[in-house]
């Protein structure tokens, strides 16, 4: 008896994603909305347009940017930290990195809005714009003088997913056996050389986990894309131009969703959707992850 | 670090009065030593005794664990590597290492070989025969040469150290050092590095750290025991197994202490 009730608890995450997935797919009434996947979305129209397309390119358009900054600033701070640092400047600088994963998103969301958008909507995006005019995408923009839009989301979700890339990379790249540095060093290479021929292979897959993992991060960040990217249903025409996310959808949407027919079941199927990915994205790294330690511990 | 001349009497490696320290505490104590061209010396002595520090002072290892600090001058070619402005990195391009486990990299077998000509920028055509030579030198050619491509992570462990010794080979150094190569190594693995080992050292300077006196009397031509950090002795294999004159020496060889 005694057994059967320990056995609950453990059960408890299972039944929440259970739960939420049905849910959602009760919430949704499966309703199968005309052109769903396609461009239009205006629910005040008549008929209403349910087209999710803009979310969802939205979401990829300003996650993917900022996981692959991530990626190479977090590929930096842990070769810095792993190799050319001295210990003590490590010891110091490390812990930073944690903290940055303890800001709550809406602190990144104002910051962004009174800080980093006015810079970029008065100073950086126009000068890039200038500069860079030649380039599809860079020239004839529509500018915000707020600085919402893609550059300012991709900026604040980079930061977003920093803490857990860097965290992972690092630790991938502390696990380098010390043997293989040496050996590397022993046939006369310099420790970037080492780092990028040896280190860096050896530890691709934690590298890779930290990115599906950080993408899953800023995929599904919500508060501070949503104060940012502008909140417009339409596909950018330029890199600086606003666009909407799933996730941001969602949350701008949800007091509506009690008053207008059909909004509430798009919600939940664009949220399922928002899940489905993310759950898949986590699934991959975590996988990753756990192939990586087998293989240490069986020492590779 | 240029090439001056070998020294007049043809020694390539020589060590002059090496002390090492570490945290105040002295893990070598005036240590000199002579390596002649195509030789293989056995470093032996109890753990601890400093032998594996020893010869990582000889292409400079050492002072990659912080807090070392060494004395003395190791003449390689007749120039101190120790001297005002040698660049550690092309010391090690000239002297070669290998580890007590094996070490490949996480790359194909011929990539492994090609590493250290990889990072000179060795021509294409230079790079395929320096690796296929030094597979040949190290005794693994005949079992991987038609698969080149394999990730070397897919070979043996005694495979593994040989084409750690062939890596070491491929850039042509005149001195090969071994820590103990094959303490990770079951007995047949160990044969074969062995036979390698004694077939190198018709050709280069080798010196070997080892723990195990019966490999030190089957593979070198000579032998240095240390203890404590100190050069007890040193000379010709035969003599100095058979005949130490020390009775420190003495002791060791016949297992009365290890």
């Not at chain 1, 894309?225 to 909140?231: D, E, K, L, T």
């Not at chain 2, 105040?24 to 032996?44: C, G, H, N, Q, Y």
Request: glycine share 8%; aromatic share 8%.
């Amino acid at each position: 008896m005694v057994r059967f009730f320990s056995y609950l608890p453990a059960l408890v995450p299972a039944a929440i994603v259970v739960a939420i997935v049905i849910e959602l797919l009760k919430a949704s009434n499966l309703t199968a909305f005309p052109g769903f996947f396609g461009s239009n979305w205006d629910y005040t129209a008549s008929p209403p347009q349910w087209g999710i397309g803009v979310f969802v390119v939205g979401s990829f358009l300003t996650a993917l940017p900022a996981i692959i900054l991530a990626i190479l600033i977090g590929l930096g701070i842990g070769i810095a930290s792993t190799t050319y640092l001295p210990k003590l400047a490590t010891r110091f600088l490390d812990p930073f990195v944690d903290l940055l994963a303890g800001i709550p998103s809406v602190v990144y969301g104002i910051w962004g809005f009174v800080v980093v958008g006015p810079y970029l909507g008065l100073t950086l995006n126009p000068w890039v714009a200038q500069h860079l005019g030649f380039l599809p995408g860079f020239s004839g923009a529509r500018i915000l003088q707020t600085g919402q839009g893609l550059p300012l989301a991709v900026i604040l979700l980079t930061l977003m997913a920093l803490p857990i890339t860097t965290l992972l990379i690092r630790d991938a790249l502390h696990s380098v056996p010390k043997d293989l540095w040496e050996s590397g060093l022993a046939l006369g290479a310099t420790r970037w050389e080492v780092m990028r021929r040896v280190a860096i292979p050896y530890s691709h897959r934690g590298i890779l986990s930290a990115g599906f993992l950080g993408f899953g991060r800023a995929f599904g960040e919500t508060v501070a894309v949503a104060m940012v990217i502008g909140s417009v249903a339409s596909f950018p025409t330029s890199v600086f131009d606003t666009t909407d996310t799933m996730s941001a959808i969602i949350f701008q949407n949800s007091d509506a969703a009690l008053v207008t027919p059909g909004l509430l079941e798009a919600l939940a199927e664009i949220a399922l959707l928002l899940l489905a990915i993310s759950l898949i994205v986590n699934i991959l790294g975590r996988r990753l992850i756990s192939s990586l330690l087998t293989e240490q511990i069986s020492g590779l | 670090m240029s090439s001056p001349a070998p020294a007049a009497d043809g020694t390539v490696l020589s060590v002059q009065h090496l002390s090492v320290v570490a945290k105040e505490k002295k893990i070598l104590s005036d240590v000199s030593l002579e390596f002649p061209p195509r030789s293989l010396t056995a470093v032996v002595g109890p753990s601890g005794c400093g032998k594996t520090t020893f010869v990582r002072t000889l292409n400079r290892m050492s002072e990659l664990t912080p807090g070392i600090r060494v004395e003395g001058s190791v003449l390689y070619l007749g120039q101190d590597i120790y001297g005002r402005g040698v660049n550690p990195v092309l010391v090690r391009r000239r002297i070669g290492m290998v580890f007590q486990r094996p070490t490949v990299f996480p790359m194909s077998i011929f990539e492994n070989a090609a590493f250290g000509l990889r990072i000179v920028h060795e021509a294409e055509d230079a790079v395929d025969s320096a690796v296929t030579e030094a597979l040949q030198r190290s005794g693994l050619w005949d079992e991987v040469k038609d698969d080149l491509d394999r990730s070397a992570l897919s070979l043996s462990g005694g495979q593994q150290q040989r084409l750690c010794i062939a890596r070491a080979l491929a850039v042509r150094p005149k001195v090969l050092l071994l820590d103990e190569p094959t303490s990770a190594l079951d007995p047949a693995a160990t044969q074969r590095v062995e036979a390698t080992m004694e077939r190198l050292s018709e050709e280069i300077v080798m010196v070997l750290v080892t723990h195990n006196v019966g490999q030190a009397a089957r593979v070198s031509d000579r032998v240095a025991f240390l203890h404590s950090g100190h050069l007890v002795e040193v000379g010709p294999t035969d003599d100095i197994l058979e005949r130490p004159k020390d009775p420190l020496t003495q002791q060791f060889i016949t297992g009365r202490f290890g």
